[in-house]
């Protein structure tokens, strides 16, 4: 079996196994890449086929990591596994729900995407200062609460008005992306699945830096 | 005394060892001189001794009789039931979250797992009357293609339909202690004194396949919960004639 089928069968010790061997025969990084990612993809194809499950997709994405950290602590010139981008994350104000986000938060930093948390319950003023200070690719917001809903608009005209989403994509998660229709201006995304939030994430980002292979 | 012989039997033998007059360790007369003493057959005799044995009264020692059991006198049991069985009724439990990652030290050797094996973490919290009480760390084994997140965010207590199902094989271990809260325990149980915790170790294992199941820690304010225990009694009700 191939790197790419263990991971498909998120069979850890033998993806762990097989990259050492790899490795010890000199595989290219642009190999090792290519096996990782098609790996990867196999695994989120089964999800949407529900064959498999949101646990599968985050260890996938540590047994990515976990790969291409192997392969940089024995060359250094294979780079460590990163998407490039910076997402700023967290969950409007005056809502608590932090499950779903602190899930998308490690799969994203599977997939080697720094992330900065704000955490729960955040005014609108904060997500603004953030934005300016760390200019995140992705701003995502986690919101379950409908009567939460005002404020995110607030937050997406401010976003807006103040010329900060102008290279910066806004997300919104969470289970009002469902309630009925909302209309919020200005939101580049929306879903309260997982898969696609981190697909959208990582699709916009690796599009953005054009890893290096 | 029972109309039926053997039951009649029994709790005259019964009577006599709750009375003191056979003692523990004794010798019991032989089958032929309770035959004489109860004018009963030998069959009806074994029986009889049969189900004083089962209700742990007595011993056989092939070859040599039946001797009174000497009842072990340090062995307490307890019921313990985490959501059901504390001073106060918990109303919430609420799950704050689950994680998977790889098996934090200390923790593989609680489920016979390797350092670079995938586990799943669960902690949920617990209140009564919007007082956080208790806070619960469940680990188990990640398997892949199992629902366990999504599941998780569906039922409180994930495990439950498995232990139902397979309570027969399933074997619990509780190991129970005081600790010192650290400040995350401080944090989501919201208190500031340094008052100690109840930490109760549960493991969980499938005798049959030989697996741990689950192993959580479950830390409780002393003043939620009391353990009394008592010597294990031998339930009667169910006995098979």
């Given at each position: 079996?191939?790197?790419?089928?263990?991971?498909?069968?998120?069979?850890?010790?033998?993806?762990?196994s097989?990259?050492?061997?790899?490795?010890?025969?000199?595989?290219?990084?642009?190999?090792?890449?290519?096996?990782?990612?098609?790996?990867l993809?196999?695994?989120?194809?089964?999800?949407?086929?529900?064959?498999?499950?949101?646990?599968?997709?985050?260890?996938?994405?540590?047994?990515?990591?976990?790969?291409?950290?192997?392969?940089?602590?024995?060359?250094?010139?294979?780079?460590?596994?990163?998407?490039?981008?910076?997402?700023?994350?967290?969950?409007?104000?005056?809502?608590?729900h932090?499950?779903?986000?602190?899930?998308?938060?490690?799969a994203?930093?599977?997939?080697?995407?720094?992330?900065?948390?704000?955490?729960?319950?955040?005014?609108?003023?904060?997500?603004?200062?953030?934005?300016?200070?760390?200019?995140?690719?992705?701003?995502?917001?986690?919101?379950?609460?409908?009567?939460?809903?005002?404020?995110?608009?607030?937050?997406?005209?401010?976003?807006?008005?103040?010329?900060?989403?102008?290279?910066?994509?806004?997300?919104?998660?969470?289970?009002?992306?469902?309630?009925?229709?909302?209309?919020?201006?200005?939101?580049?995304?929306?879903s309260?699945?997982?898969?696609?939030?981190?697909?959208?994430?990582?699709?916009?980002?690796?599009?953005?830096?054009?890893?290096e292979? | 005394?029972?109309?039926?012989?053997?039951?009649?039997?029994?709790?005259?033998?019964?009577?006599?060892?709750?009375?003191?007059?056979?003692?523990?360790?004794?010798?019991?007369?032989?089958?032929?001189?309770?035959?004489?003493?109860?004018?009963?057959?030998?069959?009806?005799?074994?029986?009889?001794?049969?189900?004083?044995?089962?209700?742990?009264?007595?011993?056989?020692?092939?070859?040599?009789?039946?001797?009174?059991?000497k009842?072990?006198?340090?062995?307490f049991?307890?019921?313990?039931?985490?959501?059901?069985g504390?001073?106060?009724?918990?109303?919430?439990?609420?799950?704050?979250?689950?994680?998977?990652?790889?098996?934090?030290?200390?923790?593989?050797?609680?489920?016979?797992?390797?350092?670079?094996?995938?586990?799943?973490?669960?902690?949920?919290?617990?209140?009564?009357?919007?007082?956080?009480?208790?806070?619960?760390?469940?680990?188990?084994?990640?398997?892949?293609?199992?629902?366990?997140i999504?599941?998780m965010l569906?039922?409180?207590?994930?495990?439950?339909?498995?232990?139902?199902?397979?309570?027969?094989?399933?074997?619990?271990?509780?190991?129970?202690?005081?600790?010192?809260?650290?400040?995350?325990?401080?944090?989501?149980?919201?208190?500031?004194?340094?008052?100690?915790?109840?930490?109760?170790?549960?493991?969980?294992?499938?005798?049959?396949?030989?697996?741990?199941?689950?192993?959580?820690?479950?830390?409780?304010?002393?003043?939620?919960?009391?353990?009394?225990?008592?010597?294990?009694?031998?339930?009667?009700?169910?006995?098979?004639?």
């Amino acid at each position: 079996m191939d790197l790419k089928d263990y991971i498909a069968e998120l069979d850890v010790k033998n993806a762990e196994s097989k990259t050492e061997e790899l490795i010890s025969q000199g595989i290219t990084k642009g190999d090792l890449y290519e096996q990782v990612m098609k790996g990867l993809q196999i695994v989120g194809e089964k999800y949407a086929k529900q064959e498999c499950y949101l646990a599968d997709l985050i260890v996938s994405g540590m047994i990515a990591k976990d790969i291409f950290s192997a392969a940089h602590a024995c060359d250094n010139n294979v780079p460590e596994f990163r998407v490039q981008g910076k997402v700023l994350i967290g969950t409007i104000y005056e809502d608590i729900h932090d499950l779903g986000k602190d899930l998308l938060i490690d799969a994203l930093k599977n997939y080697g995407i720094e992330v900065i948390n704000l955490g729960v319950d955040v005014p609108v003023a904060e997500f603004i200062k953030h934005a300016q200070i760390e200019k995140p690719d992705i701003i995502a917001v986690s919101c379950v609460m409908a009567n939460s809903i005002p404020h995110i608009k607030e937050l997406a005209q401010s976003l807006k008005d103040k010329k900060l989403l102008d290279n910066t994509k806004l997300i919104l998660g969470g289970a009002v992306t469902h309630s009925g229709h909302i209309d919020i201006p200005h939101i580049d995304f929306m879903s309260d699945d997982l898969f696609l939030g981190l697909q959208y994430c990582q699709n916009y980002l690796t599009e953005r830096y054009k890893l290096e292979k | 005394m029972s109309d039926v012989l053997y039951l009649s039997i029994v709790s005259s033998i019964k009577e006599k060892i709750l009375k003191g007059d056979l003692k523990p360790g004794e010798k019991l007369e032989s089958e032929p001189q309770l035959m004489k003493i109860y004018d009963a057959g030998r069959m009806t005799i074994r029986k009889s001794l049969s189900l004083l044995s089962n209700e742990g009264y007595v011993y056989s020692v092939p070859g040599k009789g039946n001797y009174i059991c000497k009842p072990d006198t340090d062995i307490f049991q307890f019921k313990f039931n985490k959501y059901d069985g504390l001073k106060t009724h918990i109303d919430k439990v609420k799950l704050l979250s689950v994680t998977i990652k790889d098996t934090p030290k200390g923790i593989e050797k609680k489920l016979n797992l390797e350092e670079n094996d995938k586990i799943v973490e669960v902690v949920r919290l617990l209140s009564s009357k919007e007082q956080p009480i208790a806070l619960e760390y469940v680990y188990f084994e990640y398997l892949p293609n199992q629902p366990v997140i999504e599941d998780m965010l569906k039922f409180a207590n994930y495990l439950k339909p498995l232990e139902e199902k397979l309570a027969f094989v399933l074997d619990k271990t509780l190991e129970i202690g005081i600790e010192l809260p650290n400040e995350e325990l401080k944090n989501k149980l919201e208190f500031q004194d340094n008052e100690p915790l109840f930490k109760i170790m549960e493991t969980i294992k499938n005798t049959s396949t030989k697996k741990i199941v689950q192993y959580t820690i479950f830390y409780i304010r002393p003043k939620y919960l009391s353990l009394k225990a008592s010597l294990p009694k031998v339930d009667k009700s169910s006995n098979i004639f």
